[in-house]
DNA sequence: GCAATTCTCTGACTAGAGTCAGAGAATGGA
DNA sequence: TCCATTCTCTGACTCTAGTCAGAGAATTGC
């Protein structure tokens, strides 16, 4: 790897721990601890502890600690899901909400105490650079992982993209028609806990896998999620023993099919009479 | 403040502490603590006691702990400084220096584990935008300080800026001819400890302010920081009582000319007989 | 209905990070 | 010379953050 970016990727860290670390550790916390701020944030209008551990990253006494704690200050209530009684539900008090906007305040003071010594000109490139550094961190956070069509986060995942088409298709989308998909597996990439990206495969013959439904989350646009997933959806049609990927695609989706022209998809003649599909794709695995 | 702006820096705080700061966390220490490998870091090639601590902001109680265990640990060695044997001089052991690359690549496979998950183009993206962040918080961790002339930062300033002017100057410079100025007060602007620009002043009648010497460091060129000494300066005058600023320069600084019209310097006959100077220029304060 | 599993909690730890109040040696200024 | 100051060190603390091993309640699968 190139060691002038090694080195700029240093620079960077060294500076940004200095001074944004150290303003969080000094005025992001107040009086609380800053794990407990954190989890006074995370829970918001409620949370079951169990994807309050995940977004967190706690030990569970650990967790149960903090809430004690933040309990015995009058902030939070632990009350059993009534829907299964071993999972418990932290919910804010009108203290808490009182707290969790004084956090938020502080948390803007922070912003505005780096944005404040520049002039107008500077605030507008550091914020420009930040979005970009921003969403090229976040990239590299994306994990793509094959699941069954039935996962939550496949059916979340074609649900968006039945909406996107909706509203992209010009001579609109019915989900129902396509509803019942004979995918085999669907790739989901996720941030964190959140789905921002799928595609789905099946293997209407032996040999040949077929690409259904990539979607990719408005917020993640632009950074390369769908080659990404297209590169992962071929491995794993190879795994298969699969030597082809077809696919179809309606005229409206312009930058989905300059991807597929650019990732080594050739147009063939139609094999399928999907009812919106206008171009047929196919691509040899070598 | 624009409350996009903030709330952009708030989603670059988040994201950044997330990705970068767990990695350092998790990868940078090794075995040692964080606090002990970033104390082995600075040492470098020998710091006293008193500028560790500077850097680090660390209590001194704390950092004599640190430097024990690196010491039991064979890393480092303390030894009185022999021109004052009240102050204390860390040292490198060669089993500290090995650990310093040690940790010197652990540092870089950070970096290469942020930059890995993209794409060239991604990578030069995510680089470019870092240089942009970094410089600009930077800008914001200066601090200007009104000094006395003979203090060593501002010493050693006036030294850096003659010799950027020999350098500059199409008949060449002599700082012994100015060497013994006038100056009453110099303003410093240091990154951290370090001193990285400047501007002198004086009052050569009652009510008119003298500006000399301003400089800045290369590193710290394009980001404003010659006009917010301009700034300081004007308001200490201000404070001082006086009605105006006058300046004499050499038509080689067209930066700084450019500067000096922009903020409302205007040109006015010879006012001395300086011999490096082209133009001479006057502010009215109001 | 019973066993395995899931979920949360408590108690008992550890390590890192840092503060604070002196003690004691060396130095500098009047 | 002597007193104030500077500099480092030690001891005695505190707090945060986190780990680990169970205990006990609720739920699910068979």
Not at 204 to 223: T, Y
Request: hydrophobic letters at 40%; one cysteine or more.
């Amino acid at each position: 790897m190139d060691s002038d970016m090694v080195a700029e990727v240093r620079r960077f860290n060294r500076t940004v721990t200095q001074r944004v670390g150290a303003l969080n550790d000094h005025y992001l916390g107040g009086d609380r601890s800053l794990g407990a701020s954190r989890l006074l944030w995370e829970i918001g209008d409620g949370r079951d502890l169990r994807s309050l551990r995940g977004t967190l990253g706690l030990d569970s006494g650990y967790l149960s600690r903090l809430l004690r704690s933040l309990e015995a200050d009058g902030l939070v209530t632990v009350e059993a899901d009534p829907a299964d009684r071993r999972v418990r539900v932290a919910r804010l008090t009108a203290a808490g909400k009182t707290e969790r906007s004084a956090l938020d305040r502080r948390s803007d003071g922070i912003a505005e105490m780096i944005l404040a010594p520049l002039t107008e000109r500077q605030r507008e490139r550091l914020v420009a650079a930040m979005a970009d550094v921003e969403r090229l961190l976040r990239v590299g956070m994306v994990e793509v992982e094959a699941v069954d069509p039935d996962h939550p986060d496949a059916r979340y995942c074609v649900q968006a993209y039945f909406k996107d088409l909706a509203v992209l298709f010009e001579d609109g989308f019915d989900g129902d028609v396509v509803l019942a998909p004979d995918m085999e597996t669907v790739l989901v990439a996720r941030l964190g806990e959140e789905p921002i990206g799928c595609v789905g495969m099946y293997e209407p013959e032996p040999g040949v896998c077929e690409m259904k439904r990539m979607w990719v989350h408005d917020s993640a646009r632009g950074l390369g999620l769908g080659r990404r997933l297209l590169v992962e959806l071929e491995t794993l049609a190879r795994q298969r023993g699969a030597t082809s990927i077809r696919l179809e695609t309606n005229r409206s989706l312009t930058s989905a099919i300059a991807l597929y022209r650019s990732s080594g998809f050739e147009e063939v003649p139609p094999f399928n009479a999907e009812p919106h599909a206008h171009h047929w794709f196919r691509k040899q695995l070598t």
